[in-house]
Every structure is written in C-alpha cells, then in structure tokens.
C-alpha cells in the first residue's frame, strides 16, 4: 500500500488546515488509518487513527481540535485541523495497518505503511 499525503502549509496560529491522505488501493474495513507527526528533535507522535471498524482515538492535545474522518467513496482519509498552536508544527504522516486493535493504534510500530509527509507550519 502506497500513501500519499497532502494538504499541509505555513499558517498562523489559530487557523485551520485540512490534511489528506490517498491510499494506491481500497484500504477502509481492511486496514487501520492514521495520522502521526514529527517535529524537528523529537520522536514520532500519534495523532489520531481508525481502527478497522471505524472507531477513532485521539491524543490529548489534539482532542477537540483535530478531527480525522475518511471519505469511503473517494478512499481518502482527512485530518482537520483547527485552532492550530505553533506546538502542532510537525511534518504530519499518514500510515496504515492491518489488523490494529484499539489499544494498539497509538504505537507507531502497529503500522505497515507510510506516507511520505507534509509539512504543518504554524507561526505564533
């Protein structure tokens, strides 16, 4: 499964942007989907994910800010972002699994496939 992530930019803190992520074949109901992101001198950082039946998990900081959501009849996932902080500066990542539980879609060893990322600049 290839992963092609978009949708990121330079933006001021408080916007929104809306990221997307396109799988090179039918993914929902067979994989786990997420988002993940990277700043510069840290470890990669969960973000949000489905799991296969479609329940989602959030982390803390993101939790009523970000919303993941996917489009079945156009295989995209989305990551809408709003309320942005400069702390949500990151290359953000999608990725995907198969067989991922709940409890594990928070580990970013649960996935198989990645995208190659895109950039999320937030200025305060």
């Known amino acids: 499964v290839q992963l092609q992530a978009s949708g990121g930019g330079l933006v001021q803190a408080g916007a929104s942007l809306k990221l997307s992520c396109v799988p090179s074949?039918?993914?929902?109901?067979?994989?786990?989907m997420g988002w993940f992101r990277q700043a510069p001198g840290k470890q990669r950082e969960f973000v949000a994910a489905?799991?296969?039946?479609?329940?989602?998990r959030y982390i803390d900081s993101v939790r009523g800010r970000f919303t993941i959501s996917r489009d079945t009849a156009k295989n995209t996932m989305y990551l809408q972002m709003n309320s942005l902080k400069p702390e949500d500066t990151a290359v953000y990542y999608c990725?995907?699994?198969?067989?991922?539980?709940?409890?594990?879609?928070?580990?970013?060893?649960?996935?198989?496939?990645w995208g190659q990322g895109t950039q999320v600049t937030v200025s305060s």
């Open positions: 990725a995907a699994g198969p067989g991922v539980i709940w409890s594990e879609l928070h580990r970013s060893g649960s996935y198989d496939y």
């Open positions: 074949q039918r993914t929902f109901g067979r994989y786990a």
């Open positions: 489905f799991n296969l039946s479609g329940s989602t």
